[in-house]
């Protein structure tokens, strides 16, 4: 369950910290860039996005022409939904490296987000085109074509991203949905079994799972499924 109360307390917690970095700006030597980046790399793997996002600027401010920050930057922007920002830094990466399939994905997926589907088709497609063992980029140009209720084309996406890695759980589950979709419960339940078999213990895996059983009139199987990712009654 999603506690609100500690939510905020976390969140207080990083407002306190980026203000006391700011506050002390002027009591220590100016970092550079490079020190920047690396706090900014230390603070995201503590999952400190503000702090992380603030020291990533502050080596872009001393120094626009950094890339791999506005790259970073931009996908921290993504990770905490803050979509038109990171399209703004995507595109800013791309004047200045227009070949960069991470930069196109980016795009693309912050689109899918907030529903503009043709314009991520368009970006999802160049980052394939850019980088086509991008398992997650024809992943996430399936979850468009989903969207569009345009099924097979899902599904050869989503073949597409199983072909370069095999095993993923969430690309399995979502070639197993659009089957669903279009209808084929029997072969939606070989790929959701299939990332059950592959380590997944997403609810949304074992839910998927239970109704395509309850579509194919295997009760017992798909109360069992049902059963992990909830209680009896």
């Given at each position: 369950k999603f506690d609100m109360s500690e939510y905020r307390k976390v969140m207080e917690r990083q407002k306190n910290e980026q203000a006391a970095l700011e506050s002390t700006e002027t009591k220590a030597p100016e970092m550079t860039p490079e020190e920047h980046e690396r706090a900014g790399d230390d603070e995201a793997q503590r999952r400190n996005f503000p702090l992380a996002g603030l020291h990533y600027t502050k080596a872009l401010n001393a120094d626009p022409a950094r890339k791999t920050v506005r790259l970073k930057l931009a996908q921290l922007m993504l990770q905490q939904g803050m979509f038109d920002a990171a399209v703004t830094q995507f595109q800013?990466?791309?004047?200045?490296?227009?070949?960069?399939?991470?930069?196109?994905?980016?795009?693309?997926?912050?689109?899918?987000?907030?529903?503009?589907?043709?314009?991520?088709?368009?970006?999802?497609?160049?980052?394939?085109?850019?980088?086509?063992?991008?398992?997650?980029?024809?992943?996430?140009?399936?979850?468009?074509?989903?969207?569009?209720?345009?099924?097979?084309?899902?599904?050869?996406?989503?073949?597409?991203?199983?072909?370069?890695?095999?095993?993923?759980?969430?690309?399995?589950?979502?070639?197993?949905?659009?089957?669903?979709?279009s209808g084929d419960h029997e072969t939606a339940i070989h790929f959701f079994e299939q990332a059950v078999r592959a380590g997944s213990n997403s609810p949304k895996v074992h839910n998927n799972l239970g109704v395509a059983y309850v579509h194919r009139k295997r009760y017992v199987d798909a109360l069992e499924s049902f059963k992990k990712v909830m209680d009896e009654p």
């Open positions: 800013d990466l791309l004047t200045r490296e227009p070949k960069s399939p991470a930069a196109h994905q980016g795009i693309g997926q912050a689109y899918l987000h907030q529903g503009k589907l043709r314009e991520a088709e368009t970006a999802l497609n160049q980052a394939i085109t850019l980088d086509p063992s991008s398992w997650v980029s024809h992943n996430l140009l399936g979850l468009v074509y989903d969207q569009q209720q345009r099924y097979s084309d899902a599904i050869i996406a989503y073949k597409s991203a199983l072909a370069i890695r095999p095993r993923e759980p969430n690309v399995l589950n979502n070639l197993g949905l659009a089957y669903a979709l």
